[in-house]
């Protein structure tokens, strides 16, 4: 059954620490990418993968870091440097890093921090 | 920064109206898409229109483009409760697959 999971569904953490979202992905896509949704504000671009071992910034990248050693994994961490993290995150992943392509979404994690 | 932006409306329809969402962006594209997402869960892909194509269907789903207005439209034919979901459309950027999500446009099928 393929597709792109998400985990844990629901994250709580405390003010301070940092925090690692899991995101893999078993459709052999290219691209892989991270977005923040708040409330009233759509997707919000963090980081996103066109190929393995190689990543760049998006948009909001500031208090967040990830890494793609795997084809299939993209785990984003998000650091005691972001200064809103409580939010809902969502991964996606494409068959290409080039325009044209639809993505796939995870179920999203939402994190609270406190 | 983000391209695509919907129309902010809420739609509130009985089932069996059709319901439209606009989306405009500001500068050129090579496609636009549109997603769906029902609440606290991850989106769907429902349509991509190329910028040389003016028209696409899908179903019950009829999009729009007008590049000369930079602006897309979606429309859903005789809609469901199933349908009571946040619509988003969403532009390349710079030529690769990095997308500009809009805002959302939320719509509530009644029943």
């Known amino acids: 059954d393929g597709g792109i999971t998400q985990s844990p569904k629901y994250l709580f953490r405390k003010e301070g620490q940092n925090v690692t979202l899991s995101c893999e992905q078993n459709?052999?896509?290219?691209?892989m990418y991270w977005y923040r949704q708040d409330p009233g504000q759509g997707l919000r671009l963090i980081y996103y993968s066109q190929i393995v071992n190689d990543f760049q910034k998006g948009d909001i990248a500031e208090g967040y870091s990830v890494s793609r050693e795997k084809k299939e994994s993209f785990p984003l961490t998000v650091t005691s440097a972001q200064k809103n993290p409580t939010a809902f995150y969502l991964c996606?992943?494409?068959?290409?890093?080039?325009?044209?392509?639809?993505?796939?979404f995870g179920p999203g994690t939402r994190l609270t921090v406190t | 920064s983000q391209q695509g932006e919907e129309d902010p409306q809420a739609l509130s329809i009985q089932e069996g109206e059709n319901a439209t969402m606009n989306c405009s962006y500001k500068t050129s594209i090579n496609n636009l898409q549109w997603y769906r997402q029902n609440s606290g869960r991850g989106l769907v892909h429902l349509i991509l229109i190329r910028s040389n194509e003016r028209e696409k269907h899908s179903g019950r789903l009829r999009v729009t483009l007008d590049t000369s207005k930079k602006s897309s439209s979606l429309l859903i034919t005789a809609s469901r409760a199933a349908d009571t979901a946040s619509y988003f459309c969403a532009t390349d950027q710079y030529g690769n697959n990095r997308l500009a999500f809009g805002k959302g446009n939320q719509v509530v099928v009644i029943p």
């Open positions: 459709l052999n896509h290219d691209a």
């Open positions: 996606a992943s494409s068959t290409s890093g080039m325009a044209g392509y639809e993505q796939y």
